[in-house]
């Protein structure tokens, strides 16, 4: 099993910025893809960033350009900087890993950390 810890979450005017941190511990062998996904109220999951081993990194549209995804394989922890957030960013983000093991994927999530952009 993974266990991850988010921290950093909280309430900002618009504009404002936030840094969301993870922490993975457990069965941390083989983690090869590290991000972050948001839920709005009434609105499904959606991917905001993720950063693959190699050092590849995938935003969502709506946050390119102010947020940045940033990831340490070594400790097995991942931040993400947001920048000139929108009320729109409101949500709980969660922080998820994926694994591979013997070429199945298995994925593991936080406990989710609230950010609140008010206007």
């Known amino acids: 099993q993974v266990r991850l810890v988010e921290s950093g979450g909280g309430s900002v005017r618009s504009g404002g910025s936030l840094r969301l941190s993870c922490a993975a511990s457990g069965t941390i062998l083989s983690i090869n893809q590290m991000g972050w996904y948001r839920q709005a109220p009434g609105k499904e999951r959606e991917l905001v960033a993720t950063?693959?081993?190699?050092?590849?990194?995938n935003y969502a549209d709506s946050v390119k350009g102010r947020f940045t995804i940033s990831g340490d394989y070594a400790k097995n922890t991942v931040n993400l900087q947001m920048n000139s957030l929108k009320p729109e960013d409101t949500a709980v983000y969660y922080c998820?890993?994926?694994?591979?093991?013997?070429?199945?994927?298995?994925?593991?999530w936080g406990q989710g950390t609230q950010v609140t952009v008010s206007s």
């Open positions: 950063i693959n081993s190699g050092g590849s990194t």
């Open positions: 998820n890993v994926r694994r591979v093991d013997r070429g199945t994927f298995y994925y593991y």
